[in-house]
């Protein structure tokens, strides 16, 4: 059970909410649970079931696809008030793909469980209606990512990762190590270091273990 | 206006059909118009809005994504009965990314006016709904097609392609230039070019001038 400070961001932050019949709203309040993951913990329902549709309360998740061969590409990240129905996936039936869900900050996140979230996309058609629409915003979010990767060059996508990060970090300065910049750009480790090395070579960025720092960003952004 | 032949494939093909009252299904009918276009051309709008929602009545349309350095790649094709919403994407606010299509074959397209569709999105709530269904099967489609660019090995990829196509094409051939194969398979002509050539030094496939012949589906299926 959510407590009373959780609910108030439920009702607000769910678009379908005033929509709700009074017993659906006391059904969906009660279907939903709150948990907490921390930084790096990977997102996974207990049983064979998919997880439900979340919101983030605090922290950030980061949905992704992974290889056979254990190469990722970040589709998109969610932020507080932030909703996610590809882990309802289940009850969708027009998504026929799987993602994989990790907290890239320790995170609270509200669960709707899958069979009250089910029941109610049958009972309410604006329910329904907000899970499609939401999925598609995300249909949006995934086409940026995927033209990035395939039609960006590579020096191009870095910088922007780089002067998005160092803007939301406020210090310039990027906690990361090489390997979760691959993750984030959809690339490998090495090319990461490779490239960074080169832009650190240019004056555009300090390494030190662990982290980036943008030392340049008017150079940086002139690769765009 | 449609005749009556067309309305009937219309009216069989919507799932919303049922959900609109007389008006909506009359207004609908006359905002419909039935485009023939030749094999390769590309649909646009004539003004700078979209096209609106397609219906393909016959023949088969490609929707595809574009780089500035005019590499494509394609996203999913469209046959008979099934229709495209993503063409009317400035309609729906959710999709923020624009694909291009053309005609893969002759093919016959209803299109369902831009005014009229938005306006029917806003009275009727099974509009919207089918809608967005429409664009989350579609990024279904895409997620597909996106991992087998990211993921698969091509040797495999050009595999899946050409078993596919020889199947739908029934003899066996797949007619096809290179150029037209790479951009199904989102890789580039040469790439699509060394690959074939070695399948047919394996004794895979056969070529011929705008033309691959399957002479080996078992060892062809073998890579996947």
Chains 1, 2 share one sequence.
């Not at 129905?85 to 900050?105: E, G, H, K, P, Y």
């Not at 499609?132 to 995934?142: I, L, M, P, Q, T």
């Amino acid at each position: 059970m959510l407590n009373e400070i959780q609910l108030e961001f439920l009702r607000t932050r769910l678009d379908f909410w005033d929509r709700l019949s009074e017993p659906e709203k006391a059904d969906l309040s009660r279907a939903t649970v709150a948990t907490r993951f921390k930084k790096g913990v990977s997102l996974r329902s207990d049983d064979s079931e998919c997880l439900g549709a979340l919101l983030v309360h605090e922290g950030e998740l980061r949905v992704f696809i992974q290889a056979d061969d254990g190469r990722e590409v970040t589709l998109y990240r969610l932020g507080p008030g932030e909703m996610c129905v590809l882990s309802a996936s289940c009850v969708l039936n027009s998504i026929t793909f799987d993602v994989l869900i990790d907290a890239t900050r320790d995170s609270e996140v509200f669960r709707i469980q899958i069979a009250a979230f089910s029941d109610l996309m049958k009972r309410n058609v604006w329910v329904e209606n907000a899970a499609y629409k939401n999925a598609v915003e995300r249909f949006s979010d995934v086409m940026w990512a995927i033209e990035q990767i395939l039609f960006m060059r590579f020096d191009k996508r870095l910088a922007v990762f780089l002067l998005d990060e160092s803007l939301k970090s406020g210090s310039g300065e990027i906690r990361a190590t090489h390997d979760e910049i691959a993750r984030y750009v959809g690339s490998a480790r090495e090319v990461v270091s490779r490239m960074l090395k080169s832009f650190e070579a240019d004056g555009l960025v300090a390494l030190s273990r662990g982290a980036v720092r943008v030392l340049d960003r008017e150079r940086l952004k002139k690769l765009l």
